[in-house]
């Protein structure tokens, strides 16, 4: 028998008989009558179901906790004059599950705190039902963005044995027995004994496999986990995520940051037309304008404009700087929120200077710069960052040497620039970050299921 | 200024003036005018460009070499007489990047093992270029039909520190120096001293953590690169690969194999509309008859049976097997054979015998069997695992008793049977088989952008 869905209930908005399966949020029984709260996690929002004296089992639905799993036979009665737009009128109920008075997850206020403590309770909450569902839907969302522009979603692997992104970034992954590990004679670990018969790691980007794809379907892009060693414990840092990594054959900076704000805009309204109950939800209670500021980059025209200038445009500011910003250096948070308070809206800041940045960027012709570019965005910061890729074998191979990058195993990376090489472009989007944007949540660990943070992998 | 697709060309069959970046797959220069067949990955097929001696640099794109990128200027010509719908007459054409006479895909027939020593060029081939659009847009379908079904995407933790599935099947991770680990007064490795504060892997499985999510979400699924250490050089094997993990509350086994044909059905036909061109390349030259097997799929009822009238039938079938079927055992790729081709189609074995089988499979009336469903198809044999779970809460403690799972710190998953736990049902489906069967591809390593297996992790 196929469960009619809350959500799609209190879209449709017409009276008929329903077969619900849902768990109770609140219960208010009186002598008479009682009503559940129910959510079945299709929406946010929960159902009313009206139970009356003259079912069978009323003195037993009078007690649900809770909590538990009920069925629900009964008819949608729409209530027009009141705060929900329809109720359900029940004609059967049945407890599937029951649920203890312990149950942590009670209907009041429990801090994100204790909620991560409960992480495979949490999806049971409010909150966390909404940032979960705008997560899953804004997944959704750049998947269509994507495949609508004929682009091809490419599994990158995540297991690698070169580590020209710098090894002790990454985890280190053995099958060997780690308490009886063989050993080559110079007292080494012997990794040839290994699953793969050297040393592997787990990788924290997909970009350079991605290049070699986008010089076959010109537009491509990864969508995948991704891992960082860091031992940092901060608010915006977790040791797994999930990255998006376009790229983009026969395209230069303008045209990476044309892609990147339509992408953005596009993904911003298609959370807004497909969870607009959560980010209600969000713009109540997590961060209030949300929904606002969301719009507001919908309807942006998106600033464009260089390190140099930024600088510049900092120096004459007339602030005073904690970081003083220079020509040569990365700009401070204090930098970022002051430029998109100026612009009153995102920013791509272009154009850097190339010591501050990887090997793989495309060199201006001043020789001091790269065509590298980061999304600044209102509140959040960076969000976006990309650049053209150095696509002249020789000027590459310049920077390889200049920056000490180990491309012993890379020879088919270099190839990307052998055999029919052009001007391409790519960038990275952190989701986690995404997703805290989109809810208005200001911790990374709210922000995915179970989240991996120093000492903490539970679950 | 915005590239035409070759896709959209194909597609619209409208004369107008273009703009075009691709690659040259051949170019057949004659005395006043050549042929230039480009690709710029959009659509397997290439297209035409007609090249005259008008031309400035006439002479030097007579000379390209296949594999170069070049822009084309000009104007869309319908051909309806010929082979090709049409042509575009070039008006300009620009070399981009040159590729030299040593470019390794030159066109011609090469060998699947020759490619994949260039794993990185062969998506430049037809083959590749259609197994990977075909695996992107399975991809998508896989998503839209979750997604318009109300299941929230949930993107499950890869790195655990429970090792609840047999922890000799995960990847170890570390971040410890391995050259010089820290020790224990016991002499063990002191993970303590690890990023997470104890010893991490990498899981095979999203399941147990997607269980928590569907007790909130009532639908979810999970799809992610999935890890197994196994040490088998076989065609289907891969020690990387991508899954598909569904998971439903208030849902029983038949309810699952209505999801799990309902899926299937859609996934094909959304591959059928969106890579025809694909599609029917692989027919031509990966599997004779693959569209008509794959529309057999479409149309087919799947049958119901359980394990038992399988090996009723199987011992009843007359036919000589080179493994005896037994009510105790699985079934072997030969009985696989027989049913699928005994009943003209796709078949679910249900209510297998529950000793072969894993610890949270829902036990049946009978003690014997759980319930727990794989899907055969034809010519490819089990392509879901899937099973209705335990929900019993002393039920599961006494299997896993039974069979010493290891549930140490496992009581967030037991949670999901103390507060208000349902029926609930899941399936696994490994996405490289899935590939495979929709394209005809018959090595799991041509089916996966840069395979990792035992001995092989390159690029």
């Known amino acids: 028998m196929k469960r009619d869905k809350i959500k799609v209930l209190l879209e449709e908005k017409v009276e008929k008989d329903v077969h619900i399966c849902a768990w109770v949020r609140t219960n208010r029984a009186q002598a008479q009558f009682g009503f559940l709260n129910i959510n079945d996690g299709s929406i946010v929002t929960n159902l009313q179901v009206v139970y009356d004296h003259d079912l069978e089992n009323f003195a ?4 649900f906790r809770v909590g538990t799993s009920v069925e629900v036979f009964g008819k949608v009665v729409l209530t027009p004059n009141m705060k929900q737009p329809l109720e359900v009128h029940a004609t059967k109920i049945v407890m599937l599950g029951d649920c203890p008075e312990d149950y ?16 495979h309770l949490r999806p049971r909450t409010n909150l966390f039902n909404s940032v979960f569902r705008i997560r899953s839907v804004a997944a959704m969302g750049i998947h269509s963005y994507f495949q609508k522009n004929g682009y091809v979603y490419v599994h990158t692997p995540l297991i690698t044995c070169a580590d020209c992104e710098g090894s002790d970034q990454m985890f280190k992954i053995t099958t060997l027995d780690v308490n009886n590990l063989p050993y080559t004679e110079e007292g080494k670990i012997d990794f040839s004994k290994d699953l793969f018969g050297k ?23 990864t969508f995948g986990p991704t891992f960082r060693t860091e031992n940092s414990n901060t608010q915006t840092h977790a040791n797994e995520f999930w990255m998006i990594e376009p790229e983009m ?48 980059i919908v309807n942006a025209k998106f600033v464009r404009i260089s ?4 600088v510049d445009l900092l120096l004459n500011s007339g602030k005073k700087w904690e970081f003083i910003p220079t ?8 930098h970022e929120r002051f430029l998109t308070e100026h612009f009153n809206g995102p920013v791509f800041v272009t154009n850097w200077p190339k010591d501050i ?19 600044i965005v209102p509140k959040a910061g960076e969000l976006m960052g990309g650049s053209q890729r150095e696509e002249n074998l020789d000027v590459l191979l310049e920077r390889i040497k200049e920056l000490h990058v180990d491309v ?16 391409h472009s790519g960038f990275g989007m952190g989701f986690e970050r995404l997703i805290m944007y989109l809810t208005g949540i200001d911790n990374i660990r709210d922000s995915i299921p179970y989240p991996r943070t120093p000492k903490n992998c539970e679950y």
Request: charged share 30%; aromatic share 12%.
């Open 104 to 119: 942590p997850i009670q209907p009041k206020r429990h801090t994100k705190e204790f909620l991560r403590e409960v992480a």
């Open 249 to 296: 054959a026969f395209c230069d900076l303008e045209g990476l940051m044309d892609i990147e704000e339509e992408m953005l805009k596009y993904v911003i309204n298609y959370v807004l037309e497909n969870a607009p109950a959560e980010i209600d939800f969000c713009d109540q209670f997590v961060e209030k304008g949300l929904k606002e500021k969301l719009l507001n």
């Open 199 to 221: 040393q592997a790691w787990i990788t924290g980007s997909g970009q350079l496999q991605g290049e070699t794809f986008a010089m076959a379907f010109s537009d491509i892009y």
């Open 408 to 423: 012993s195993n890379m020879d088919w990376y270099l190839d990307t620039r052998r055999y029919g090489g052009c001007v």
């Open 307 to 310: 390190h140099h200038d930024v």
């Open 327 to 334: 020509y040569e250096d990365d700009i401070a948070k204090e």
């Open 357 to 375: 940045k990887a090997w793989y960027m495309k060199v201006n012709p001043d020789g001091k710069t790269v065509a590298a570019v980061d999304l």
């Open 60 to 63: 037993e639905i009078s007690k």
